[in-house]
């Protein structure tokens, strides 16, 4: 019985690694058109893909999934029976002393209407992030910009972008190597406040710092 | 007497709107006086089975959604004709409708059907125009439908009508905080919607190509932008661009071989040309502010785009060969994804004043802007392909929703929306 469960988990596993050789072939041509099969494939290359590149930084990602999104609590879940013990170990007290230098630090940094300069209340946890990305050079982070609602989309995609760089350039100039920061934009299609006035823009004008 | 008859057609009136209230908003505020009456008369209708669709009200509708029709009531009508020897002249003129349409859906077998239609000029009393046998299967009734629409138009306005093209739109349903996102096609009156790609992450900036064949679109994956390319009829599909950074706004040349698109990887958003039989990148714009949101010239030989170069968005135009730019856009606060009309002549943008944002339409000629929109945080303006109408995205009642324009702002209705919000239309192209 468990000796069954454990082989299909393998299997899907195997399965698993098979298509992410296939995502990272730089023009894909899929036929899946009917919308649930597309949903499901969303979601599987999405985990996929984090996958992927998970066995090096499992350490970030258990930190990840602390302040952010399912989709990294999903990986983590997903690599508990792929992982090898001493890697887990290992991966377990780096993520505990990542967590420590963190503590308490702000993720979300909010910017004014139509500016991507970094207020300066913002500093002193960006230099957090940047003292910990300079400690862990291994260590992955993204930097999501967001548009509050009004304007056109795809300008507010530019927009979010621009702040992430921002954010970005703060970073780098207190020694993180650049290879270490993605700059990624939402424009305005993942608002956290979904009013339409002042605060609600308000907090929607922001960059969250995620580690992969 | 005459005031009684004048009161009730008043009150009939106004529970129709009413009713129609229902299915579809219209509002329009330009004057009755220079609409032009026509009264389309219920089609006969002879067959076993009940009929599919109201034909003549589907056509009633699209006139009336046009602006440039005023339909003469159901209710009204003395007589419903479906032949020119039974239509009685004077009951018309006294309604003061200047056409009559007539027609007739007869049901062959269990799911063909065919249909007659006249198109009778009231004063003269001479046929305008007349059909008879077309094919038409159960499904296709909207279809003939809207042929027929498209028929009247031509035929009363000698502009070409648009009643049987097709929209594009994104939904975003279920949980605000992660919603389902649906790409879905759907008749221009918003009737038949179907969903093309469903996704857990957002999609946006759908367009067509200039056939209408294949349409491309943003959608993110693994919380990164991706550009599409589908076919609609199979669904097949190429992801052509996952660069870092931003791969966005696509847009289709009127050729059908090309498409703009915006890319970050070179360090800040840039216009680049993407030739879809090499599949090679020729980057069209160079500056260090934001480059986006391009749009082809009907002519293919420029693109009108957003850039901040000058402080706040504007809308500029290069030249595709020799990469020149000039500013297109002086007035608002602020102009962003402009789109051009198919003659080239008017160019709508979303503009802001004094924190509004609106659809605004600039002469080309003379340079002169007209606000066209009163409603509230208006974005994603597209264009009929005859030109005559922008439907665009806005905010009603806290929700979003799709809106249309005329271009000259005297005719507006609202798309109903069935369930969350509605965003991003994107106007088919004629279907040769």
């Known amino acids: 019985m468990s000796v069954n469960k454990l082989g299909k988990m393998a299997v899907i596993g195997l ?17 899946s058109s009917v919308s649930e099969t597309e949903a499901k494939t969303v979601a599987a290359e999405s985990t996929v893909a984090n996958s992927n590149d998970s066995s090096a930084k499992a350490n970030d990602e258990s930190f990840g999934a602390n302040g952010n999104g399912d989709l990294s609590s999903v990986i983590v879940d997903g690599n508990g029976n792929v992982v090898s013990a001493d890697v887990a170990a290992a991966a377990e007290t780096a993520a505990a002393n990542a967590k420590d230098m963190l503590l308490g630090v702000a993720h979300v940094f909010y910017f004014d209407f139509d500016k991507s300069i970094v207020r300066p209340e913002a500093r002193e946890a960006l230099a957090k992030h940047a ?13 999501e910009g967001h548009a509050d609602e009004r304007g056109t989309r795809e300008y507010n995609m530019a927009l979010g972008e621009r702040r992430a760089k921002a954010v970005s350039r703060y970073l780098t100039i207190q020694g993180v190597a650049a290879a270490q920061i993605e700059s990624v934009s939402f424009g305005e299609e993942k608002p956290l406040e979904f009013g339409h006035n002042k605060s609600a823009w308000q907090a929607n004008r922001r960059v969250e710092v995620r580690y992969e | ?68 029709f005023e ?44 249909i007659a239609f006249e198109l009778v000029n009231v004063l003269s009393q001479k046929t305008v125009e007349k059909h008879e046998g077309l094919a ?74 200039h056939d209408g064949r294949f349409i491309t679109y943003v959608m993110f994956r693994d919380r990164r932008p991706n550009i599409f390319v589908q076919e609609l009829a199979t669904g097949k599909r190429q992801k052509i661009a996952q660069y870092k950074g931003l791969n966005g706004a696509p847009a289709w040349s009127p050729d059908g071989k090309q498409l703009a698109i915006v890319l970050s990887k070179d360090g800040n958003p840039e216009i680049y040309i993407f030739d879809i039989a090499t599949q090679k990148l020729n980057r069209i714009t160079n500056h260090y502010s934001i480059d986006t949101e391009p749009s082809w010239e009907p002519d293919g030989k420029g693109i009108v785009f957003t850039s901040d170069r000058g402080g706040n968005p504007q809308i500029y135009r290069v030249d595709i060969s020799s990469k020149a730019v000039e500013r297109v856009t002086f007035e608002g606060d602020l102009n962003t994804r402009a789109r051009m009309t198919p003659d080239g002549r008017y160019l709508v943008t979303v503009q802001k004043n004094d924190g509004n944002y609106h659809v605004a339409l600039q002469d080309m000629k003379n340079g002169r802007v007209q606000i066209l929109t009163e409603t509230y945080l208006d974005e994603s303006p597209s264009i009929a392909p005859n030109g005559s109408m922008v439907m665009y995205a806005t905010t009603y009642n806290g929700k979003g929703i799709l809106a249309v324009v005329s271009v000259d702002g005297l005719v507006k209705y609202r798309l109903p929306s069935a369930a969350g919000e509605v965003r991003e239309p994107a106007w088919s192209p004629f279907f040769e």
């Not at chain 2, 509002?27 to 599919?52: K, M, N, W």
């Open chain 2, 71 to 114: 339909a003469i009531p159901r209710t009204n009508m003395l007589s419903l004709p479906s032949k020119k020897e039974d239509v009685h002249f004077r009951d018309w003129r006294l309604l003061k409708s200047d056409y009559v349409v007539i027609g007739s859906v007869k049901q062959i077998d269990a799911s063909n059907y065919e």
């Open chain 1, 15 to 31: 399965s698993a690694a098979l298509i992410a050789g296939c995502s990272t072939t730089a023009t894909e041509t899929d036929t």
């Open chain 1, 131 to 143: 003292k910990y990305l300079v400690a862990n050079p291994d260590a992955q982070v993204v930097l």
């Open chain 2, 136 to 209: 038409v299967k159960a499904s296709g009734m909207r279809d003939a439908a809207h042929y027929i629409s498209d028929k009247i138009y031509k035929l009363l306005t000698g502009v070409r009508g648009a009643f049987s093209t097709r929209i594009l739109y994104v939904t975003a349903e279920g949980d605000r905080a992660a919603p389902t996102y649906r790409l879905q096609v759907a008749d221009a009156d918003g009737h038949r919607p179907q969903v093309i790609v469903e996704s857990e992450e957002p999609i946006l900036s759908p367009s067509w190509s």
């Open chain 2, 1 to 68: 007497m005459k005031k009684l008859k004048c009161f009730s057609l008043g009150l009939m009136m106004l529970l129709l709107s009413g009713l129609a209230k229902a299915q579809l908003v219209i509002e329009i505020t330009s004057g009755a006086d220079q609409l032009l009456p026509l009264a389309v008369v219920p089609f006969a209708y002879e067959g076993q089975d009940a009929l599919p669709a109201d034909v003549a009200q589907i056509i009633e509708n699209d006139l009336k959604r046009s602006g440039l």
